[in-house]
């Protein structure tokens, strides 16, 4: 989540819930007392806004949006019809703790997307960071962590725990094992089944999703030197055609003066995966 030069909740007034409302919130929204909400956040007809609830400046909740329990959003984000966001964690071992949802900044919610709060297991926190865009009914478990400049396409669905790296893009309709991490830069193509870490810079798809080529059109968007889009072809090449393990791989592209920092993250990455189960390093936290 992007840090601030201020607090962005500052100017933010305790508003109570059937008195003393401001003119930007709808008569028929329903804000408990408690609720915290910026002079200039724009509440639509029919939100219920809990009294736990802490909105920055500059954000829009379109109509029937309901924020739950402990919940903590940025400034100037776009919240669509019918969001439902820090709704209790949807696991059968969750026993009621006050854990929490935060959101980041100048985000775009669509319609019908459900954020779930955290469950007990981790630190209680489930995050989405700032300018990411979920589209329509997208569901983000309890306990995930969504970095930056995200896009996650209609119906994307987030089981519990996965992190999904900055930059990364998960087209439409894909399903992501609980514990999965997904590393920046990223491209998940439509309708593919997410069992096991997405690799940075990677295009991965299928039933399971596996890495096909470089995410070579997002590295030149994001201006990426030609040279750096070079030495991560070759690592996946060496990876991937040639099925070289890590470690040599490595050896290899320091030989070819191709160990560049972006190269190095993807063979850590790799390196972590391997050492977790089921091909997801985060497993290792669950089976501690």
Partial sequence: ?????????????????????PADIHPTAVVEEGATIAADVRVGPYCVISGQAVIGRGTVLANHVTVSGSVRIGERNRIFANCVIGG????????????????????????????????????GLTT????????????????????????????????????????????GI?????????????????????LHDVPPFMLCEGLPARPRCINVVALKRGGFAQSAIEAISEAYRLLYRAKVSVEPAREILRSQGMLQPHVV?????????????????RERRRAA
Avoid at 90 to 116: A, C, F, L, M, W
Avoid at 265 to 281: K, M, N, P, T, V
């Fill in 128 to 171: 989405i960071g700032s300018s990411n865009f979920l589209m329509a009914a997208c569901h983000v478990a309890h306990d995930c962590r969504i970095g930056d400049h995200v896009i996650l396409a209609n119906g994307t669905l987030l089981g519990g725990h996965v992190r999904v790296h900055s930059r990364a893009s998960l087209s």
């Fill in 265 to 281: 993250e993807l063979l850590d990455f790799l390196d972590q995966q391997q050492q977790g189960r089921h091909g997801r390093a």
């Fill in 174 to 194: 894909v399903a992501v094992h609980h514990w999965a991490t997904i590393g920046g830069w990223s491209f998940t193509a439509g309708l593919s089944r997410v």
């Fill in 88 to 123: 209790e964690p949807q696991d059968v071992s969750y026993r009621g703790t006050d854990t929490r949802v935060e959101i980041g900044d100048d985000n775009v919610i669509r319609e019908g997307v459900t954020i779930n709060r955290a469950s007990e297991k981790e630190d």
């Fill in 1 to 21: 989540m992007r840090m601030h030069d201020h607090d962005p909740w500052a100017d933010a007034e305790p508003v109570a819930g059937a008195v003393g409302r």
